[in-house]
């Protein structure tokens, strides 16, 4: 009688964003299932606001690549609106730039993402959704609860 191979999980994409905090060198990271969206944008922003509001940041400067969400309407508004109320309130603005297109040497995070790459893959890219979450957590020193945006 064979044996039957263990149940695998089913394949699930996941996506990363990655930041460097430039005052502390600090790497970040935030993930989330499937094709990242604005909402998952918004989801990371809102994790972010009351660490930036904890450090009395007076503007907090973010640098997207240009991927669709990172340029959307709603973002944007969101963004206004935060402001709005940051300026009422006495909290730090956000202000979001785009890196110039075909210029990955430029973001601070690249050379992260490819050490991360090396160090998680496997050489089959055979690689559970959970497995890989909890590989790169590992490899940047987050916690999984931390970086998971639901």
């Avoid at 990271?29 to 009351?50: E, F, S, W």
Wanted: proline fraction near 7%; charge should be positive.
């Amino acid at each position: 009688m064979q044996r039957e191979p263990p149940p695998q999980e089913p394949q699930q994409a996941i996506a990363c964003w990655g930041a460097v905090r430039q005052d502390t060198g600090q790497r970040e990271l935030y993930l989330c299932a499937g094709q990242p969206d604005t909402g998952d944008t918004l989801l990371m922003l809102q994790r972010r606001r009351p660490v930036a509001r904890g450090e009395k940041k007076r503007v907090w400067l973010i640098f997207w690549d240009r991927a669709s969400w990172h340029k959307s309407k709603k973002l944007h508004r969101w963004i206004h609106q935060h402001n709005q109320a940051a300026q009422r309130q006495g909290d730090g603005r956000l202000r979001s730039c785009l890196w110039p297109g075909k210029s990955p040497w430029l973001h601070a995070m690249e050379p992260h993402w490819l050490h991360a790459t090396r160090a998680v893959a496997e050489p089959n890219g055979e690689l559970a959704a959970s497995e890989l979450k909890r590989r790169l957590c590992a490899h940047f020193d987050t916690e999984p609860d931390t970086a998971t945006l639901l």
